[in-house]
C-alpha cells in the first residue's frame, strides 16, 4: 500500500497544471460553496461513491481541507483503498486563498 505525500500550496499549484490531476477539496459544503479553487471536487462521505466512480486509482489526487490537518487523514484513507497518487496540501484552502486564485460565490 503507497503512502500519501504531504505537499505545500506552491507544489500542488504546480501540479494542478498538469493534465488529469484531481483537486478533492474536504471542506464543509458550506465553505467549498462560498469559496473554492476552480474544478475543485467537493469529496464528502455523500459524494465519495460518486468520487470513486469519477476519479481513477491511478489519478494523482490533491486532497485539500482548511489548514492541511484534515486533509491528511482523508489522504490516507485514499490511499488505503488503492489510490496510488495521493497528497495533503499543508495550509490547506486558508493558505491557498492568499496567494492563488479561486472562485469565489459571497
Known amino acids: ?42 469529496l464528502t462521505n455523500d459524494t465519495l461513491p460518486q468520487f470513486t466512480q469519477q476519479i481513477t486509482k491511478e489519478t494523482p489526487v490533491l486532497v485539500m481541507c482548511y489548514h492541511g490537518n484534515s486533509s491528511q487523514g482523508v489522504a490516507n484513507y485514499l490511499t488505503s483503498i488503492g489510490y496510488e497518487k495521493v497528497y495533503s496540501i499543508d495550509g490547506g484552502f486558508e493558505g491557498w486563498r492568499h496567494v492563488y486564485p479561486y472562485t469565489a460565490t459571497v
Open 1 to 42: 500500500m503507497s503512502q500519501f505525500t504531504r505537499i505545500s500550496i506552491q507544489q500542488a499549484a504546480a501540479l494542478l497544471q498538469l493534465p488529469s490531476v484531481c483537486l478533492a477539496d474536504i471542506r464543509d459544503p458550506s465553505s467549498f460553496n462560498a469559496a473554492h479553487v476552480t474544478g475543485a471536487f467537493h
